[in-house]
T-cell receptor
Framework: KAGVTQTPRYLIKTRGQQVTLSCSPISGHRSVSWYQQTPGQGLQFLFEYFSETQRNKGNFPGRFSGRQFSNSRSEMNVSTLELGDSALYLC???????????FGPGTRLTVT | AQSVTQPDIHITVSEGASLELRCNYSYGATPYLFWYVQSPGQGLQLLLKYFSGDTLVQGIKGFEAEFKRSQSSFNLRKPSVHWSDAAEYFCAVVVDVTPGGGADGLTFGKGTHLIIQP
């Protein structure tokens, strides 16, 4: 069974731009969660989607948003990029409840 | 809110020696507990999990972890490390905050960087 895939793997954007990251979960998994990883703050929960609905949200500004499609694929969007948004963005999927989560390789976003 | 503490930022172990990585959590009820490993430039790989039952759980790559409720700990162990075990290790917890719904996302510790000496 294929694992969680994320595209693109690397991205360089300029401050003020917006970016969209994509995540395809493991087949059959309906819950998708997003995390931000930075050297200073570590791993932080962004939000979780289940059946196309945001079920939980972490403590991030509204510039961070996401959505989930009927095939469980998910996207996250960051608008008005700031330098501090430079991070590794990880997507994780699980069957239904977000307990046993399986992570993708991440998207490395660099904001200049 | 729950929190996870990994007191050791770096640990250096000789190849073939035993390993124990510490993890303490702060939460009133028993959370679901996990250990993940991350190699440079990679995502997180699930090593093992504890939901309930036997407090000693076995994982992949020869790792095990023991849940101790009285100490709020979930320490990771391996009897003999290999050079390929060098990586960042994260302890994580998740709790039910929405009955019948989702959880509040995984809460991670800051990680322990494992260095293997030849």
């Amino acid at each position: 069974k294929a694992g969680v895939t994320q595209t693109p793997r690397y991205l360089i954007k300029t401050r003020g731009q917006q970016v969209t990251l994509s995540c395809s979960p493991i087949s059959g998994h309906r819950s998708v969660s997003w995390y931000q990883q930075t050297p200073g703050q570590g791993l932080q929960f962004l939000f979780e989607y289940f059946s196309e609905t945001q079920r939980n949200k972490g403590n991030f500004p509204g510039r961070f948003s996401g959505r989930q499609f009927s095939n469980s694929r998910s996207e996250m969007n960051v608008s008005t990029l700031e330098l501090g948004d430079s991070a590794l963005y990880l997507c994780a999927s699980s069957f239904d409840r977000p307990y046993e989560q399986y992570f993708g390789p991440g998207t490395r976003l660099t904001v200049t | 809110a729950q929190s996870v503490t990994q007191p050791d930022i770096h640990i250096t172990v000789s190849e073939g020696a035993s390993l124990e990585l510490r993890c303490n959590y702060s939460y009133g009820a028993t959370p679901y507990l996990f250990w993940y490993v991350q190699s440079p430039g990679q995502g997180l790989q699930l090593l093992l999990k504890y939901f309930s039952g036997d407090t000693l759980v076995q994982g992949i790559k020869g790792f095990e972890a023991e849940f101790k409720r009285s100490q709020s700990s979930f320490n990771l162990r391996k009897p003999s490390v290999h050079w390929s075990d060098a990586a960042e290790y994260f302890c994580a917890v998740v709790v039910d905050v929405t009955p019948g719904g989702g959880a509040d996302g995984l809460t991670f510790g800051k990680g322990t960087h494992l260095i293997i000496q030849p």
